[in-house]
């Protein structure tokens, strides 16, 4: 999409964000997960790259670790700190790769496919490289991301309807670039349109793994979702949990 930086995402879909994703994936499984690897990490803090809106770092913070978080839309951050417990979670606009703050962790974590936003394999390589930088002895960085499949294509789908509103999807997919991208097209009758794009880069589980090797980081664990549900060929996602030999 022309046009599209680090800050669209965030900037178009703060208003709907909550209301869009907060179900995508489970958030208790999700902050059960992370705890278990800060105590094999002997301790937080924990970093969450593309926070967002909190979704996942409230309520893990509200377990009683210590949680920061780096994103790249000052929109998405403004809904974060106007929640409950928002005091409690360190947050600064900045970018996945390069701004990772001045501490080291126990945790860094890149839920729902976040990682892909960085549009190009030298992108999510460097973001491996800083997040290895940073994570102490013990420590792990947790991957969570769809599997690719390899088909191109185009699509229309319809996201809502209703009498006076209606949101489409529109989506292109080429796989020789690894590249997705699309719009949510609202229209209204009241607000007429608006446009919500969207762009990822995508990789493959074991590009993942390359990328992880080549920083210095194993793989050490790899299941279907955050619940730790077996990874098996048929998976259409996968939590990969990364660790320093
Ligand atoms: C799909 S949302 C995920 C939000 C949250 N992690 C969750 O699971 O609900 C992706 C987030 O990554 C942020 N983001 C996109 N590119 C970024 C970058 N280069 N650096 C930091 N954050 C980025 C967006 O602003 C957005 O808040």
Redesign the pocket.
Known sequence: VRGYD??S???A??DV?DEW??G??DIDATVALLGELVTDAGGGPVL??????????LPLAATGVVVH?????P???DLLAAKDGADQVRTWV????D?LGIDTYGVVF?????LF??RSAE?QQACFRTVAQRLRPRGSFLV?AFVPDERDGEAVDIRTMTADRVVLSISRHRAADQVAEGQFVELTETHGVRLRPWAIRYASPQELDAMAAAADLTLAARWEDVARAPFTDDSVRHVSVYRRP
């Not at 978080?69 to 839309?73: A, L, R, T």
């Open positions: 680090d800050r995402y965030g900037e879909f703060a964000y994703y907060l995508v994936s969450e790259l593309g926070i967002g809106t909190g979704r996942l770092a978080g780096v994103d790249s839309s929109a998405m951050l900045g970018d996945m790769v701004d890149v839920a729902y496919n976040t936003n960085l992108r969570e």
